[in-house]
Structures are given as structure tokens and as C-alpha cells.
């Protein structure tokens, strides 16, 4: 198998930059619980709940679930310094519908940038 100069700069770029805000993020992700192959067959359902935080982290937040099992547990705005939720339950589920189409599209870990949260309008 052939891989080119650009393919590997990109995923050693990806591994740098990710691998230094997955250690400070809450995040939680878990492999689903049935492990399923990829085929044109089955599909993972991928559904995103979103929630009102507790009074230690103001604002909304959402959960990933992959076939009912958690997946991922987001309680504040990615990628962006402090504990603060988003603005709204809409915005959070904006951001939880990102998250699945890059899961669904292979982009992983799915970490959403603060340039991806602004040019989606899901913050300031």
C-alpha cells in the first residue's frame, strides 16, 4: 500500500494537535458496545440527547449514544477554555449532530475546533 508525504503529514498533524486538548477535555468516549463491523449492510445508530447542565457547569450540553450505549458525554463547549455550556439546547445539539457526522464520515477522534464552532454560529 502507497501513502503519500500529505497523508502522513496530515495525520501526524492530527495526533499532535488532538492528542494535548483530548488530556484536558472532560470528554468521555466510549467504544460502543457492540463492536460491529463497517459494511453497507449495518449501521450504528448514532442518536444525540441533549440536556440542561447542573449549576457547577451553566448552559446545555449533549450525549452521543451509539446504539443506545453512551458513547460520548459532553458537558461543556468543546475546544474552548473553562467549563461553560453552550448558550442553548439547539446549539448543543448543533454541535452533537457535528460530532456524529464526522463519526459517520470517519473523521476520529470527532474533536470539533473552536474555528469549526464559529463558523457553525455555535459561539460568540
Known amino acids: 500500500m502507497k501513502i503519500s508525504a500529505v497523508s502522513i ?7 499532535c494537535t488532538n492528542s494535548d486538548s483530548a488530556k484536558e477535555d472532560n470528554t468521555v468516549i466510549q467504544q ?21 447542565n447542573d449549576s457547577t457547569i451553566k448552559g ?18 468543546p475546544a474552548v477554555p473553562g467549563n461553560k ?10 454541535a452533537g449532530n457535528f460530532a456524529v ?10 474533536t470539533i475546533s473552536v474555528a469549526e464552532l464559529d463558523s457553525l454560529g455555535l459561539i460568540k
Not at 9 to 15: F, V
Not at 32 to 52: F, G, H, Q, R
Request: net charge positive.
Open 9 to 15: 503529514a496530515i495525520i501526524l498533524c492530527m495526533s
Open 32 to 52: 460502543p458496545a457492540a463492536n460491529k463491523e463497517a459494511s453497507s449492510d449495518t449501521k450504528i445508530k448514532l442518536e444525540v440527547k441533549t440536556y440542561p
Open 60 to 77: 446545555w450540553g449533549y450525549d452521543i449514544y451509539a446504539d443506545g450505549a453512551l458513547y460520548i458525554h459532553q458537558p461543556h463547549i
Open 85 to 94: 455550556g453552550f448558550q442553548s439546547a439547539q446549539k448543543a445539539e448543533a
Open 101 to 110: 457526522y464526522k463519526i459517520r464520515n470517519n473523521i476520529m477522534p470527532p
